[in-house]
């Protein structure tokens, strides 16, 4: 394999992103990421980048993220997560990030909403060091109603798993329900209604494992579709 020469801009159209309004709207209309076929080479894309607007470190997550932006103002989100195989990584995409790059690369979706890159920006799990540098961190940033509602019950979802669905505690119906009323608090009365069916399946473990699949997977579907 021959080194690139960084002439990325010569790159065909539907692997270079200059607009990414388009790409938003390509991204939206696609299947539920449940049904479609996981190859990673198709969310490939080398994106444009006129400004880079924000860089911010996680400490929870452990995951850097950055906000950057077309010519026409639209933006994406940068984001690498840390892995001790790899533990210099995010320092070499802080560095690449803020040396004003003219290009990011990595694989795109699309969740909650916004654009997300998952950089390749160098080849941040080949660069050397222990991982040791200073991070500055992420600037706070109020989440929206929709958004929390869902994080919230697909949490709920997450802890039944953790606990084993035939498990549960009888009370825990009652947290399923809270999470459900949140959702239709917020618009999203179907996803709701299924998180009803799985709070009502929660001491019946005849029902209970296919009722969490129907919750999951429509909290999961509207949650790629926001």
């Not at 961190?137 to 929390?148: M, Q, S, Y």
């Not at 997450?158 to 959702?183: I, M, N, Q, W, Y």
Request: neutral net charge; glycine residues 8%; contains cysteine.
């Amino acid at each position: 394999m021959r080194p690139s020469n960084g002439s990325w801009e010569t790159l065909p159209g539907p692997v270079l992103v200059r607009d990414l309004a388009a790409l938003d709207r390509s991204r939206a209309n696609l299947a539920p990421r449940l049904v479609r076929p996981r190859v990673e080479a198709e969310n490939l894309r080398v994106v444009t980048v006129a400004e880079v607007l924000d860089i911010g470190y996680h400490p929870g997550d452990q995951r850097l993220t950055a906000v950057v932006a077309d010519e026409a103002g639209t933006t994406a989100v940068v984001s690498a997560t840390y892995r001790p195989t790899s533990p210099a990584a995010l320092d070499a995409v802080d560095a690449a990030l803020r040396s004003g790059p003219r290009f990011v690369a990595g694989a795109v979706r699309r969740t909650r909403g916004t654009l997300v890159v998952d950089s390749t920006v160098v080849v941040p799990d080949l660069a050397p060091g222990d991982g040791s540098s200073s991070l500055m961190g992420a600037t706070a940033t109020r989440e929206d109603a929709v958004t929390v509602a869902l994080d919230g019950a697909l949490g709920v979802c997450a802890e039944a798993v953790h606990r084993g669905l035939r498990h549960l505690p009888k009370d825990f119906g009652v947290r399923v329900t809270e999470a459900a009323a949140s959702l239709r608090e917020v618009g999203l009365p179907r996803a709701a209604t299924a998180l009803d069916g799985f709070a009502d399946a929660v001491t019946s473990p005849e029902t209970v494992v296919s009722a969490w699949i129907a919750a999951q997977i429509r909290l999961s579907t509207t949650a790629d579709a926001r």
